[in-house]
Structures are given as structure tokens and as C-alpha cells.
């Protein structure tokens, strides 16, 4: 998106416009700024943003094409150029109109083959070592291990009766120690997550598992404690994994987009099926609202607009997720990932340097907690962050006096970041300076009716949707990312010893601490 001078002449009226006034400048700011769509509301009113600057965003958003783009990935066309892909994730939770394509019928297959072995890891059917399965280690990194944690951690109160699940994700040895902890060797399988089936963190704790098992059961079983979700199923074959019990992880699935794929086989087995599909359908509400909503009324678009407002017209370099759960402890994380990987770009689809600065910086973390550590920066450092507050509506009327507490505290600090603080120095000269706060601080709060699995999967989705919105503003390609592949390739060449062409840093750093010999 090229900052036009009519956007940049509302950002400079609004950049320093007096934000307790905008917010309170009349009903029909709530019409155009709060809106709900499956199960979540997003209230946007403490925005520096106002209706002729909202209409400006919108006329750029037309004007950059939005409305085809989205019907272009909807409809399954290319949208990731340059690997000439498709970005097909919805079709697992049946948003994409794709309907008699080759792909949906690798969706419907792979789909009833997931709940089936769920359903007979579940019931105890499967053991792979004369033992019903106890627990379900997901082996995976970046989407597929974020995603999967997130999803088990927020439902972990709504699933039924099964199988414990865990996770790795690091190379450290310590990661798996945890994982295997406690557990009967002849009742745990290990969910193998990797789309090539060669991504090395995956591949060595892989390995490492399976080295593990070696010590406990039967040669001849160490195979069949293994699954996969992999698009190599040759090489999960070669791994020693049957063949029957590969899931297809098709390549138009972007990793940080995986979770509604077999991916999320860990999540099918530990939560069940019916739960996880669930999750989809939410997240399938959203996927239709985003596909025929008015743009003014659609609650994806009004989120990226707003965070492209913000990072390219405001300057604002982060923001902060917040969410008021502890069961959404991962969701800054998760976020954070499926955002700046995708619009951590500085070159446009014409392969020509960006015009604006691309995605924003996003970090957070959970509830109270993070009041008691960085929410000091927010309300007096000199940075201005805005905030996305994310809590649960049901809280504000709960008879639980602390989930009441936790929504009051969400509220309270959008307040104090809106409002601020001045204390009069006749009254406190000595702390005056020290106690006030500059307020005039942006932040959105977004609520779910209740955390179900419906509701989460309607906010990731909102998040994907969101993301797209602002790639078309920013005119880059969300869906590849070379700048994690450069990291592998230059990590091989350190464990292959080649480092001739390191630079004199690296090379020293090797060869101090030993890594690589000369």
C-alpha cells in the first residue's frame, strides 16, 4: 500500500488528536467500530481512527483489489507466486470452494482416516505394543507444534476421556526427557509433524524418540509407536513408520496454517474427534463471514485495516496481544508466529522494495501476569504500543469472583492505556512527574461469548483472514518464507564443517567454542 496523501493527512490529524474525546464522540462510532461475527466482538472504539479515516482505509482497500484477492483465495487460485501455490488450509474445514477438485478429495480422504485412527487410539483398540495408548507426544516445530500447543492447552477443559498429550518442539534433550516423563514406553505414541519430513529439529527429536523406545520394547514394535502428518510419505516409510498410518500434508498447506490439517492429529486423538471438529467448524463460521460480509461490516477486514492503520500510517513498530486466560497462554506466541512470518517482508509481488514497513512486531502474553512485568513499559514508557486485549465474555457476569476479577482487570487496563493518569504537582510535588501517565494509548478488545472450541477456532481464523487483509494493503506474498529457509541452509553447512565462506565472526565463534574443528 502507497501512503496516500489523503491517509497520511488523517493520520497526522489523528496522531494527535486527544483519544478519550474520539473515543466519546458519539453512537455512531460504536456502529462502525464494534463489530461481532461467530461467537467473537471486536470493540475498536479506542482507536485513533474515525469514520472519514476509516472510509479513506476502505477506498485503499478497493483500491488495492481486496475484494478480488479474497475471492481469489477462497476460490482456490494462486495466491502464493512464488512457489506458484495455492494457500488451500481452509478446505479442512470445508471454506474454501474447491468442491469436486482433486484437493477436496484429498481433504475428505485424509479427513475420515484421521477420526478413524483417533477414534481407535481412543477406544484402545490400537496398541501398538500389546498396550492401550496413555499418551500422544507431538513431535513437530513452528506450525506444527504452535498451533497443536495452543489447541491443547485452550480445550484441554472440554476433552473427554483420553490419551495425555505433550509436545516437542526444541532440540534441547531436555524437551524430550519431559515429554516421555512417567510414561509406560509400551503405551505412548509419537505424532511425527513435518510436511518434507526433513526439517531437522523434527527429524533429530524424532530420532532421539525413537532411540528411547529402542531401550523399552520389542525391535520389532519401536515402528509402531510412530504416526505422521508428512507430504514425504516415502520418507516417513524409510523412518519406519508403516505406511497405513502416514496422514497426507499436502504442500499448499503453509505450515503456520496446518492445524486444521492431519496436523492437528495429536489434537483429534487427545481431545477427540468430535471436539477438533468443532474447532473447524468455528473456524468455518468465520471463513464465511469473511467471504461474503461487506467489507464496513466485516469483521476481518476491519482488524487488518485497523493494524495496517496503525503500523503504516501511525508508526507504531509492535503490538501486544494480551489475552485474559490462562488457558490462551500460548496464543501471543501463536500469533506471533502466523504473523511475522507471514508479513515479515520488505519486497512487494513485483519483487521491488515495499513502500511501507510491512507487518509490526507482535509479542504478549497472559492475564493478570503480565500487568505484574511489561505493562509498566506500556503505560509510561515513550513507546506507543497498541494493545489487543482478548478475554472471555461470559467472565463479566461469572459467579466466580475471580474469572469477574480477570475481566475487570482487561477492562481497567484498556482504560488506564486510554485514559491515563494526571496527578496535580501542588498536590504531590515531589512524585507528580513520577505518578502520572500520558494515556492516549490505542488498544482493541476482542471478546469470545466463551472459550469453546468453536470460539477458538473462529479467532484463529480471524487472525489468518486478518493477516491476508493486510498482505493485499502491503502487496506481499504472506505465504512463502525464504528467511526461515536461509537459516537451514546455513545451519548444515556448520554441521557439515563447510564454513570457508562464513564470515570472520562465525568462523571465529566455531572455532572457539569448538563446534567446528579447523
Given amino acids: 500500500m502507497v501512503l496516500t496523501s489523503d491517509i497520511a493527512g488523517h493520520a497526522e490529524r489523528l496522531g494527535h488528536a486527544n483519544l478519550r474525546e474520539l473515543a466519546e464522540s458519539g453512537e455512531g462510532r460504536s456502529d462502525s467500530l464494534v463489530l461481532k461475527a461467530a461467537g467473537l466482538e471486536l470493540d475498536a472504539t479506542k482507536q485513533r481512527l474515525d469514520a472519514v479515516a476509516l472510509g479513506a482505509l476502505m477506498s485503499a482497500a478497493r483500491a488495492a483489489g481486496l475484494e478480488d484477492q479474497r475471492d481469489r483465495l477462497l476460490s482456490g487460485g494462486v495466491v502464493n507466486p512464488t512457489e506458484d501455490r495455492p494457500a ?5 474445514r ?12 484429498l481433504v475428505n480422504r485424509t479427513q475420515a482416516e484421521t477420526r478413524a485412527f ?13 498396550k492401550p495408548v496413555e499418551r500422544v507426544v507431538n513431535i513437530g516445530i513452528g506450525g506444527s507444534d504452535l498451533g497443536p500447543r495452543l489447541v491443547a492447552d485452550a480445550l484441554a477443559d472440554v476433552a473427554g476421556e483420553g490419551p495425555e498429550l505433550r509436545f516437542v518442539a526444541s532440540l534441547d534433550p531436555s524437551d524430550l526427557r519431559h515429554a516421555v516423563s512417567g510414561a509406560d514406553p509400551e503405551a505412548i505414541l509419537f505424532v511425527v509433524a513435518s510436511k518434507s519430513f526433513s526439517t531437522q529439529e523434527t527429524l533429530m527429536s524424532a530420532e532421539a524418540a525413537r532411540d528411547w523406545l529402542e531401550d523399552h520394547v520389542e525391535p520389532d514394535r519401536v515402528g509402531k509407536h510412530f504416526v505422521a502428518a508428512s507430504a514425504a510419505p516415502d520418507k516417513a516409510r524409510a523412518f519406519g513408520i508403516d505406511a497405513d498410518y502416514v496422514f497426507d500434508f499436502p504442500d499448499w498447506v503453509g505450515g503456520r496454517y496446518s492445524v486444521w490439517s492431519a496436523v492437528g492429529l495429536a489434537l483429534e486423538i487427545g481431545l477427540g474427534p ?9 473456524a468455518r463460521d468465520m471463513d464465511s463471514h469473511f467471504a461474503v460480509a461487506p467489507l464496513e461490516q466485516n469483521l476481518p477486514v476491519i482488524k487488518g485495516l485497523i493494524d495496517v492503520w496503525n503500523r503504516a500510517a501511525l508508526g507504531y513498530p ?34 521491488k ?50 474469572e469477574r476479577a480477570l475481566a475487570a482487570n482487561m477492562a481497567a487496563q484498556g482504560a488506564a492505556l486510554l485514559q491515563g493518569r494526571q496527578v496535580d504537582p501542588a498536590e504531590e510535588p515531589r512524585l507528580a512527574a513520577h505518578k502520572s501517565m500520558p494515556g492516549g494509548r490505542p488498544s482493541n478488545t476482542i471478546l469470545l461469548d466463551d472459550l469453546t472450541p468453536r470460539t477458538l477456532g473462529a479467532l484463529i481464523a480471524l487472525q489468518e483472514h486478518k493477516v491476508f487483509v493486510e498482505s493485499v494493503m502491503y502487496d506481499i506474498n504472506p505465504f512463502d518464507q525464504w528467511g526461515v529457509e536461509l537459516g537451514k541452509v546455513l545451519t548444515k553447512g556448520i554441521l557439515d564443517g563447510e564454513i570457508s565462506e562464513y564470515d570472520a565472526s562465525t568462523r571465529a565463534l566455531l572455532a572457539r567454542t569448538g563446534l567446528v574443528k579447523d
Fill in 274 to 282: 468430535d471436539v477438533f471438529e468443532d474447532f473447524r467448524a468455528g
Fill in 353 to 402: 522494495p515495499g513502500p511501507t514497513p510491512g507487518g509490526a512486531l507482535v509479542w504478549g502474553g497472559s492475564g493478570t501476569e503480565i500487568q505484574h512485568s511489561f505493562f509498566q513499559w506500556l503505560h509510561q514508557g515513550k513507546d506507543i504500543v497498541p494493545v489487543d486485549f482478548i478475554g472471555i465474555a461470559r467472565h463479566f457476569s461469572s459467579e466466580d469472583p475471580r
Fill in 94 to 105: 470445508h471454506g474454501a470452494r474447491i468442491s469436486g477438485t482433486p484437493e477436496a478429495d
Fill in 88 to 92: 488451500l488450509h481452509m478446505a479442512y
Fill in 118 to 130: 483417533a477414534e481407535r487410539v481412543r477406544s484402545g483398540d490400537f496398541k501398538p505394543s500389546g
Fill in 318 to 351: 509492535s503490538r501486544c496481544v494480551a489475552a485474559y486466560s490462562a488457558r490462551l497462554g500460548k496464543l501471543a506466541d501463536y500469533f506471533q508466529q502466523l504473523e511475522m512470518e507471514s508479513l515479515g517482508k520488505s519486497v512487494t509481488l513485483e519483487s
